[in-house]
């Protein structure tokens, strides 16, 4: 497995996963909280989501089989999600892709441990998380170094995002939301190539079928 394969990945799960949004929104939702407390609540998150990502990275496409569909329909369906994930992450607003409903972020709010909601999911384990993993476990196709490449630098993005977590409050302090929101505007763009380019894998696939 080349080098250039291993940045895209990476590339791709740090821009979708966005640990460093991540951690200043978990520094906004766990203000007035205690230090053990966020460590505890960042440490499960994280574990969860985790979990969640690597098991989808195995039964995803076997799912996708049972129910009939293929992965080129799949590249250009998830091409699309990603590139409204892209759109918003641009603009620097929320949608349901990667956030919660007023209700939800209501009762988010007077929840005193967000662990599972909505830290785990949707924040880290979302929707665009979880068609990732699927994407590019499909390029490796069962391949050993491909796959534990896909795998390895998956594990690499959450254990910086655990460790930005960790460290939420002082980047929050450094950042300041305007801060995270150009980040965040910086890694939509790439995010939208890479969607537009997911859609032409899935097109040029599926007319060779």
Do not use: C, K, W
Not at 4 to 28: C, E, K, R, S
Not at 72 to 95: E, I, K
Not at 172 to 177: A, S
């Amino acid at each position: 497995m080349d080098t250039q394969t291993l940045l895209y990945n990476f590339t791709a799960f740090f821009i979708i996963i966005d640990p460093v949004g991540t951690a200043a929104i978990f520094a906004v939702m766990t203000h007035g909280q205690t230090n053990h407390q966020r460590r505890s609540m960042a440490l499960r998150a994280t574990l969860l989501a985790s979990v969640i990502l690597f098991v989808f990275a195995f039964i995803g496409e076997p799912l996708l089989t049972a129910l009939g569909i293929g992965l080129p329909a799949f590249r250009v369906a998830g091409g699309v999600l990603l590139f409204l994930l892209a759109v918003d992450m641009v603009f620097a607003r929320q949608s349901g892709l990667r956030s919660v409903t007023d209700t939800e972020d209501r009762e988010a709010v007077r929840r005193e441990d967000i662990t599972v909601f909505p830290l785990a999911f949707p924040l880290i384990a979302g929707p665009g998380a979880m068609t990732s993993v699927v994407l590019l476990m499909g390029e490796a196709a069962g391949r050993p170094l491909p796959t534990a490449g896909v795998l390895g630098v998956l594990g690499a993005v959450l254990l910086l995002l655990l460790i930005l977590l960790l460290v939420a409050t002082r980047v929050l302090r450094v950042l300041g939301q305007t801060g995270a929101n150009v980040i965040s505007r910086l890694l939509g763009v790439l995010l939208a190539a890479l969607a537009v380019q997911f859609i032409f894998d899935g097109l040029a696939e599926a007319l060779r079928l």
